[in-house]
């Protein structure tokens, strides 16, 4: 028997600034802020974010799937979705058998016909965000995120070498000339000009596609630090509500929001189902790991040109999967 799932894990590259926010107001710095992960206080691309967008996503390259037409109990020609969306009165998807969207994400009918998702998402977390310094753009990282990675084997023993502890405020680099080096406002001693990932592990994560540039200007800094600098750095943006009957600026809307900049290099997991080991209508599905790889990754692809999360109207929201298995279709 095939093993019955396979884990893969992705970096995730932030081609404009991101905003996924909270979809609420708040009293504070800003009016609408992003979602925050509760432990860290740092923002993360929720699951359920990345698993809507996608699905959609992949819809989109079947049209048939996408938006097909239906009639509904009074006679009238509306229409349906297997990406979740289509006509108040009628929200069913297809449910067949070689569906992409239906057999890789799921879905359940009126009719009580159901089957679970062949692929699972996971929170995607902040691995290399980028500070801007008086010797240029750097990207900072956590000593504890270094050394999970490096326990997660998402890095070889030999990649990683830091000279610098959890209680100090010292940072380890080999940018800057001096012994000292300003991450925004705040300024802060270089305890040790040694990169903190070594040749080694820049070799593993350049495989991933994540850019030489970005590795040799990576900035360790102590945990405790890194929530700080992270969220005295994030993107802020005033806006102003528009009338969209006079397509004129509504007096006394102004509002302002955050957002993860540009150039941030995010982290993720996602689990991929075997369907052969479910399935439908009594009948074992046809399908194999790769297939749903396949479908899913078509997907994440198409988060580059249509964005992920709010205000992709604005120039928000790009993003880009650097490490791409499989071939796009």
Known sequence: ???????????????EPLHVGTKEMALGRVDNTIIRDQASGLPKIPATSLSGATRGATALHYPEKF???????????????????????????????????????????????????????????????PVATMAGPVWIVSLSTLRMFLESDFLPKDGLDLQISENSYQIQTSIGASGKLNMGWVLLDIANKKPPITPAGQKILSQFGISNEILRRTVAV?????????????????????????????QGALFTYEAVPRGTIFWTQVVYKDPSHFSLDNKPLEQGLLWVQQQVELGLR???????????????????????????I
């Open 1 to 15: 028997m095939s093993k019955p799932y396979l884990t893969q894990l992705y970096y995730i590259m932030t081609l």
């Open 67 to 129: 938006m097909y037409p239906v009639t509904n109990e009074a006679g009238e020609t509306v229409y349906a979705s297997c990406s979740g969306r289509g006509s108040h009165d009628v929200e069913d998807t297809c449910g067949q058998r070689d569906c992409p969207v239906c057999v890789c994400y799921g879905f359940k009918n009126s009719d009580e016909r159901s089957l679970t998702s062949m692929v699972q998402f996971q929170d995607s977390h902040i691995l290399f965000y």
């Open 222 to 250: 102590p945990t405790s630090l890194f929530g700080q600098l992270v969220n005295n750095n994030l993107e802020v943006r005033t806006s102003n509500a528009i009338d969209k009957i006079t397509g004129t600026v509504m």
């Open 302 to 328: 198409t988060l580059n040109p249509m964005g992920l999360g709010g205000k992709v109207t604005r120039g928000m929201g790009r993003v880009k999967l650097l490490n791409l298995i499989t071939e796009g």
